[in-house]
């Protein structure tokens, strides 16, 4: 069984500042790429950034600037900075990881719960 436990979201002020993180446990033996996406009300889940395990990465054009994607490969954990905030990036934030379970097996597309980010004008 894989987890995506996921943790920092809130509300905060619009030009402020908040810091995702996304911790992965469980059986496995390797990930490969992990992500945020996020959805807003009435809204489709988007992609947000991603970062493959050799920490290349890429950015929504919405967010470029703005975030920061990082993961820490002994943690099993991404993070994502997000800096200057604005009310349109209000969400449900999701952890995304493509998990590796056994040398046997494909990678797997593996969501955290989500955490609620909410920015006030």
């Known amino acids: 069984q894989v987890q995506l436990v996921e943790s920092g979201g809130g509300l905060v002020q619009a030009g402020g500042s908040l810091r995702l993180s996304c911790a992965a446990s469980?059986?496995?033996?390797?990930?490969?790429?992990m992500g945020w996406y996020r959805q807003a009300p009435g809204k489709q889940r988007e992609l947000v950034a991603a970062?493959?395990?050799?920490?290349?990465?890429n950015y929504a054009d919405s967010v470029k600037g703005r975030f920061t994607i990082s993961r820490d490969n002994a943690k099993n954990t991404v993070y994502l900075q997000m800096n200057s905030l604005k009310p349109e990036d209000t969400a449900v934030y999701y952890c995304?990881?493509?998990?590796?379970?056994?040398?046997?097996?494909?990678?797997?597309?593996?969501w955290g719960q989500g955490t609620q980010v909410t920015v006030a004008s």
């Open positions: 469980g059986s496995f033996v390797s990930i490969n790429a």
């Open positions: 970062i493959t395990s050799g920490g290349s990465a």
């Open positions: 995304n990881a493509e998990v590796r379970r056994t040398l046997q097996l494909r990678s797997d597309d593996y």
